[in-house]
């Protein structure tokens, strides 16, 4: 079977150098394994996309000598597919609804806090982990974020150890077989009304459909991978490899991120910059 490798992208602002070793890992891992590169699109924030950041895609990948087969896939034109999935997961009584602002859960967690006197879990991106005691669903009307039941979830596993083979390095150095977490991630949300898909559940659905054998990604995104294999086993979806690799940090060792306006690929090109000129920089000569 020909491995299928995969660059996701969200087009929320223009790529970056981060994008550029992101891209090129991918593309060097497909060429070693002699496998097929597919490109996808995960525009499910529908507040942050733009049409002009979707083309940033394919203009910076296509200047930097990067090939994919066509045509992408566009997450926001597959939300029957992750809405299957949900439903899958709700007639398992797997999800719940959740109208707890951000702002709630703070003043909860804080609370526990106070009531326990140490601190509250948190989950691996730093939110307060829930379910917290004495919290249900918010006082808020309207439209419910789903939540998936992390205690229940797991429990619908099943007794089969879950966990994944790295063929890179997590941010402590994991590799090999590695176990996964999904508890210390709590009650994720799956689904809200603005975007109802969640990266999670969408980029599980999305690999399965696709037939992805290898994901290839950064190592912010490793401890999202026990969320991820939960995920794959309560939905019977297959498991793919995973090679985490390094992040490109800023001078002050912050990861490159778009919503720090860190300089993107096209600014480097109009100062003039060649493709090599960025490989040098990310050190994928």
């Known amino acids: 079977m020909t491995p299928v490798f995969r660059f996701a992208p969200s087009p929320t602002g223009r790529l970056h150098l981060g994008h550029a070793l992101s891209a090129a890992c991918v593309w060097r891992a497909a060429a070693e394994a002699r496998g097929r590169v597919l490109l996808r699109i995960e525009d499910i924030d529908p507040a942050r996309t733009k049409p002009e950041f979707v083309d940033g895609v394919f203009e910076d990948l296509a200047w930097l000598g990067f090939a994919w087969e066509e045509p992408p896939r566009r997450q926001s034109a597959h939300m029957a597919d992750y809405r ?86 997590g941010p402590a150095g994991e590799t090999g077989s590695v176990p996964a977490r999904p508890q210390d991630w709590g009650d994720v949300i799956l689904a809200r009304k603005d975007t109802p898909t969640s990266y999670h559940l969408a980029v599980v659905v999305d690999d399965a459909l696709q037939g992805v054998t290898h994901v290839v990604r950064g190592q912010d995104l490793f401890h999202a991978t026990s969320i991820h294999r939960l995920l794959q086993r309560l939905l019977g979806l297959p498991a793919p490899a995973y090679r985490h690799h390094r992040l490109m940090a800023d001078a002050d060792g912050l990861k490159l991120a778009k919503t720090r306006g860190s300089t993107s690929i096209a600014s480097l090109r109009a100062a003039g910059w060649t493709p090599d000129d960025v490989f040098a920089a990310i050190g994928a000569h």
């Open 84 to 169: 299957r999935a949900l439903d899958a997961l709700e007639a398992r009584g797997l999800l719940y609804p959740c109208r707890l602002a951000r702002s709630e859960i703070a003043a909860a967690s804080a609370r526990a806090e106070a009531d326990l006197g140490r601190p509250w879990p948190r989950d691996p991106d730093g939110a307060p982990r829930l379910p917290v005691p004495g919290v249900a669903g918010g006082e808020r009307q309207g439209p419910a974020a789903l939540r998936l039941d992390m205690g229940a979830a797991i429990a619908a596993a099943g007794a089969e150890p879950l966990g994944w083979f790295e063929l890179g390095e």
